[in-house]
């Protein structure tokens, strides 16, 4: 009896869900583990694996929303910065005495008017994104070191440190909530009319202005809600340490863009998951650990970086390329 073959037609969306970048990226994920673990069985070790991922959940965070303004057809420069300042606050109305509610929800609340203010400057001016996000990473990061000094905030709280707890003693926070955050943004992303209004107006501007969509709102929209999960990422970074410095984080809106960029959203805009964006985030952050397990400076971190973001990009505009050569 001959074998049963599926359809050439069954087969290629089949091939679709294998070949695309987060199953790429989850097996880039697991092989990189295996063969580092080969070469150092102590990487595969339950602390280490634990600190990648809780190190690191809220970079994946904050790439939920870097995801969402890129989509829209923007980038934000300012996420680093913004999350410094915001971890800063957080941790000094701990530090004062005030109601721990409060040093939790203040960075989400800065965060949202903040980049809603971004967005609407973007919007309704017309200043390219990347020009008015520029200005307001000098804004905070210079602002920051005038008002702190650069100084650290200590002697915070033990109920202030949120990334302490874990659900049912075996679950972190933090993990639970970078795992929620990705899938809930995802469902909105793939089937609420708001998220495929981001896609229609990072796709097409004039054609989603002409269907109904208004791209203004929905770029301050997309700036909100990326201010949001910015706010969320800094309450991660401002309770997983006993300590906060009143700086910015060195070099980490490099690693949120790349992990969108990297996660298969298309820095042209239009094209993209959050999925992918956590799953390239875990991704580096066990590609910075590996460097150290296998002796090479974690100082190439940085290279790669460039490297995957220059790869990825390439690939997307020959995708988009053969895509319009296909069309016509």
């Given at each position: 009896?001959?074998?049963?073959?599926?359809?050439?037609?069954?087969?290629?969306?089949?091939?679709?869900?294998?070949?695309?970048?987060?199953?790429?990226?989850?097996?880039a994920v697991i092989g990189l583990a295996v063969v580092?673990?080969?070469?150092?069985?102590?990487?595969?070790?339950?602390n280490n694996l634990s600190d990648i991922l809780l190190g690191n959940a809220y970079v994946a965070v904050a790439a939920i929303g870097m995801s969402m303004v890129i989509v829209s057809g923007n980038i934000d420069i300012s996420v680093g910065a913004l999350i410094g300042v915001l971890a800063t606050v957080s941790g000094s109305l701990a530090v004062a005495g005030y109601p721990i509610a409060l040093a939790w929800g203040a960075p989400l609340v800065l965060g949202i008017a903040v980049m809603a203010l971004q967005g609407a400057i973007v919007a309704f001016l017309g200043i390219p994104a990347i020009v008015v996000t520029l200005g307001m990473l000098s804004i905070l990061k210079g602002g920051l070191i005038s008002v702190t000094g650069g100084r650290w905030i200590t002697d915070l709280p033990d109920s202030f440190h949120?990334?302490?707890?874990?659900?049912?003693g075996v679950l972190p926070m933090p993990v639970l909530i970078m795992v929620v955050a990705t899938?809930?943004?995802?469902?909105?992303?793939?089937?609420?009319?708001?998220?495929?209004?981001?896609?229609?107006?990072?796709?097409?501007?004039?054609?989603?202005?002409?269907?109904?969509?208004?791209?203004?709102?929905?770029?301050?929209g997309v700036f909100a809600i990326h201010g949001f999960f910015t706010g969320v990422a800094a309450l991660m970074f401002a309770t997983e340490l006993r300590v906060i410095q009143s700086t910015a984080p060195p070099n980490l809106e490099l690693t949120v863009i790349t992990a969108s960029v990297v996660g298969g959203v298309s820095i042209l805009g239009g094209v993209g998951t959050v999925i992918g964006s956590t799953l390239a985030a875990v991704l580096i952050a066990e590609i910075t650990s590996a460097l150290v397990f296998i002796n090479v400076?974690?100082?190439?971190?940085?290279?790669?970086?460039?490297?995957?973001?220059?790869a990825t990009v390439i690939a997307d505009i020959l995708r988009r390329r053969r895509r319009l050569r296909g069309a016509a």
């Open positions: 009896m001959s074998s049963i073959a599926l359809p050439a037609r069954a087969r290629a969306p089949l091939f679709r869900r294998f070949a695309s970048q987060e199953a790429m990226l989850a097996v580092v673990g080969f070469d150092n069985p102590r990487f595969l070790s339950a949120l990334a302490d707890i874990e659900l049912f899938l809930l943004a995802a469902a909105w992303m793939a089937f609420w009319p708001g998220g495929r209004a981001i896609y229609a107006t990072g796709g097409n501007r004039e054609a989603a202005r002409l269907s109904g969509v208004s791209p203004r709102r929905v770029i301050v400076s974690p100082y190439w971190t940085h290279a790669v970086q460039g490297a995957l973001i220059l």
